[in-house]
């Protein structure tokens, strides 16, 4: 009997090895923007990896001031939706502000603020940009009814071995807030975020050095099998 259920797949030689995310990311439910789902993220900056990477979208978020020339050069090369770092904790105030517009006038989908962006500043990203505002999540802490009165559309929740549990505590009150989440680099800790209610799953793929060290060590393989 034919399985209506089955993707066809198709792939071509040069892109065979490109990065591909867990596929137990599959199983979250999304998060719909602009009428695009969303189910995993790339957590990259790394123009390379963004155009080989089978993501539904990429999270730009570096540890520098923002600056609009790296989210040009991202934009440029990404094939998929972009949410955009625009600071929050070092780059703060009017400066945030007017890279989150530029991010939106290049296509972002999304801006992203850090976890210590003062809820004035969500509520001045609210008034100007009209994208998700993704607020990043690092603690249970966190006073979420505030962020989302201050403008919030999404949370970010980068707990570490905490984030699962942040997630549970989240959802278990706000049971229709997206909510994005790192995953970890299991299937299990993946499954167990998905569980306690991320709609949406950040991946860290392999740094460029890691890729190309196992490409080298296949190269030197076969050039000794040939010798």
């Given at each position: 009997m034919e399985d209506h259920r089955y993707v066809p797949e198709l792939e071509g030689v040069l892109r065979s090895h490109m990065i591909k995310?867990?596929?137990i990311i599959s199983q979250a439910t999304g998060i719909r923007i602009f009428g695009k789902l969303?189910?995993?993220?790339a957590f990259t900056t790394d123009v390379a990896i963004i155009k080989n990477i089978n993501a539904n979208a990429i999270i730009a978020v570096y540890p520098f001031t923002p600056q609009p020339a790296i989210t040009h050069a991202i934009m440029?090369?990404?094939?998929?939706?972009v949410f955009c770092g625009v600071g929050g904790g070092i780059t703060g105030g009017k400066r945030t502000l007017n890279i989150a517009q530029d991010a939106e006038f290049q296509g972002a989908m999304g801006v992203v603020v850090n976890a210590p962006t003062p809820n004035e500043t969500?509520?001045?990203?609210k008034r100007i940009v009209d994208i998700p505002i993704v607020i990043t999540v690092i603690s249970e802490h966190t006073d979420f009814k505030a962020r989302l009165k201050a403008g919030a559309d999404i949370f970010n929740v980068s707990g570490g071995a905490n984030t699962a549990a942040i997630v549970k505590l989240i959802r278990r009150d706000y049971p229709y807030v997206p909510i994005i989440a790192t995953g970890g680099v299991t299937t299990d800790s993946i499954s167990?975020?998905?569980?306690?209610?991320?709609?949406?799953?950040t991946y860290t793929p392999p740094a460029q050095s890691m890729l190309l060290r196992g490409l080298m060590e296949k190269y030197?393989?076969?050039?000794?099998?040939?010798e």
């Open positions: 995310v867990p596929e969303i189910k995993s993220l440029a090369v990404a094939d998929v939706p969500i509520e001045g990203l167990v975020t998905i569980e306690a209610g991320a709609n949406a799953i030197r393989s076969q050039w000794d099998e040939d």
